[in-house]
């Protein structure tokens, strides 16, 4: 029998806390909720598990230890951030671009600070990544990191603002992923 105290997304099984998120076979075909977004994003971190290209010491020089480690730093943050981002939405979290039915609006804790902290956690360890590798295949990966981060939250943001009447009394006062860059912070 299961444990009644649990709560019943653990009582259901490993599975369970996933439910709701909308992923199904068809929208891995048809993109009904943005499931095209995900695959980007997810080729593209797995990406940056390849070795740097061009290798550093192909231009004649070891890379510098101290930028290693700062890169290595910044991967850590941004690991950090994503978790506090992850715990902060609760059960509103879903790696869809479309909101799971019934989402709260979370403007509390990481998302005072920007109103997408998880997009902003995943570029700054690809950032870590690029300055620990030297990197001009990962600063590339980033690039395009941002570009489909920018897109997919732009997307989020679409559905958010029909769903939420204080969505647009939020998105004018808080930066969307990184303040002051264009396509990583519109507020109107």
């Given amino acids: ?9 653990l009582r259901q099984g490993p599975w369970a806390a996933w439910q709701g998120w909308g992923l199904s076979w068809g929208g891995w075909l048809d993109n009904r909720h943005g499931e095209w977004w995900l695959l980007a994003q997810l080729l593209l971190i797995a990406l940056h598990l390849l ?6 010491g192909a231009w004649g020089y070891a890379w510098p230890l101290p930028l ?37 609006l979370v403007t ?44 997919k939250a732009r997307r989020e943001e679409a559905r958010l ?3 939420h009447p204080d969505y647009p009394a939020y998105r004018a006062v808080t930066a969307a992923i990184l303040p002051g860059l264009p396509w990583l912070d519109w507020r109107q």
């Avoid at 070795?51 to 550093?56: I, Q, S």
């Fill in 68 to 104: 290693a480690l700062a890169g290595a730093v910044l991967l850590l943050l941004g690991l950090g951030l994503a978790l506090q981002a992850f715990w902060g939405l609760g059960a509103n979290l879903t790696p869809l671009p479309d909101p799971k039915p019934g989402a709260s």
């Fill in 1 to 9: 029998m299961a444990d009644q105290s649990s709560p019943p997304a």
């Fill in 51 to 56: 070795p740097p290209w061009p290798a550093p």
């Fill in 161 to 163: 603002l029909g769903l």
């Fill in 108 to 151: 509390t804790g990481p998302y005072r600070r920007c109103r997408h902290p998880l997009y902003q956690a995943i570029l700054l360890c690809s950032l870590g990544v690029v300055v620990a590798l030297g990197s001009l295949l990962h600063l590339l990966l980033l690039l395009a990191l941002v570009a489909v981060l920018g897109g």
